[in-house]
């Protein structure tokens, strides 16, 4: 090989290495992204949705716009991830709790009292046991990009302020499509009934449930506190949000477009932990200004309620598998520092 030659290899070889991490223009074809979420546009969600829209918009050069569309006009959760799966819709982001029936380690998630803090949260979703857990969604045809925060969710209910277990007794209680979620609040005495997110503030409304379980933003942000009375301050799990894709229409998508997807669900991730920590912050001052009797459930209460669930920890650990199981309990210890 002449000296000359060896260069013009080299020079190549550097080239076709480098070319997957340097965008260039042709690398994104016009594109319309069909982003569908549940809460409305006000809400910590729309506000996330909006800024990883413009994110995807200004790293393709105006080649990929993405439309978000709230307040469940594409449909419920469970609905949308359907579309998802058939290619028929390109992206949403929603509850891990409603993707159960899909994908059963996101049960995982849906352990109560499963993390302390938001940093603990934070950890174990944006590391290896979260990783595992949105990797299983690939053979679903779903691709799980990142994990929002929907937040720890408390009660609300217009029948008596909750402050024992015994006052759950009766109370119909709206939880989410989710076994791990029914039995649980069945287990605790309430009337549980799975409803879809969008049936529920028109349920509350009309009294054909009387409470229901959800963050303090999100509470605020649909308003509930316009048919809800007394709030607990229960704490009770830690709910995730999980940008999803359509994988059939990822699978189709150049490298370059993937990375412009994932970079902004990075940065909307960062954005909305914030935004939703700082909103939460003020909000149960917010709720009580709207006319909300709140109160707290005290620390021996709540370890009453865990005791209480043993039954459902076993049915969750057997459905994520033990592995996964142990793996998050050593995680969290190793967190604690035990
Ligand atoms: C929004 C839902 C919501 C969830 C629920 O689509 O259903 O109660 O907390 O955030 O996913």
New binding site residues.
Partial sequence: MTMFRRTLVTTAAALALAAPFMAQAQDFKPRLIRFG???NEQSNQGRAAKLFAEQVEKASGGKMRVRAIGA?ALG??TQMQQALIGGAQEMMV??TA?LVGISKEMALWDTPFLFNSAKEADALLDGPVGDKVRAKLQDKGLVGLVYWE?GFRNLTNSKRPISKMEDLSGIKLRV?QNNVFLDSFKTLGTNAVPLA?SELFGALETGTVDGQE?PFN?ILSSKFYEVQKYLTVTNHVY?P?IVLVSKKWWDGLSAAEQKVLMDAAKASRDFERQDTRKEAAGAVAELKKKGMQVNELSPAEAARMRSNLTRVYASIGASVGMELWNETQAELAKLRGK
């Fill in positions: 979420y549940g809460l469940a419920p959760d929603g509850s409603t929907n989410m997110f959800n999100t709910s949000w």
